[in-house]
């Protein structure tokens, strides 16, 4: 079942307006619910990592759970409802992108250092 709010437009978020929205994969049975940013301009879900979804793939891959709202709205909409099952609003953690890159080219060019190092190592104890 892929559950979608708008069986019209599947794999589009029933809040176009809200950035950000609950998913859960299709393929691990929704066992870990995943944020996705929705890009309403470019009608295409976003990750954290940067990679672009499209709405007829999302549809295949996820299954649509809800809105991840900010926590003071979550706190006010559970009070008007009733009914609150606390889902933050985003992971903790979960990286920004800038930083992901940094610290990548931070493991890369530490990686080259050490070979660097121990092929000069042995190149002087062959030599």
């Known amino acids: 079942m892929t559950a ?5 437009r599947p794999g589009e978020p029933a809040d176009t307006a ?4 609950w998913l859960a994969r299709l393929d ?7 944020p996705l940013g929705w890009n309403s301009a470019a009608r295409q879900w976003l990750s954290w990592d940067g990679s672009a979804l499209a709405p007829e793939e999302a549809a295949r891959r996820f299954r649509y759970l809800c809105p991840a709202l900010p926590p003071a709205e979550g706190v006010v909409e559970a009070a008007a409802t009733e009914k609150f099952t606390p889902v933050p609003a985003h992971p903790a ?3 920004p992108r800038r930083d992901a890159i940094r610290n990548h080219v931070l493991i890369f060019a530490g990686s080259v250092v050490a070979t660097l190092f121990l092929a000069e190592k042995i190149v002087r104890r062959c030599g």
């Open 93 to 95: 953690d979960m990286v």
């Open 4 to 8: 979608w709010p708008n069986t019209a």
């Open 18 to 21: 809200r950035p950000w929205h």
């Open 28 to 34: 691990d049975g929704g066992q870990a619910p995943v």
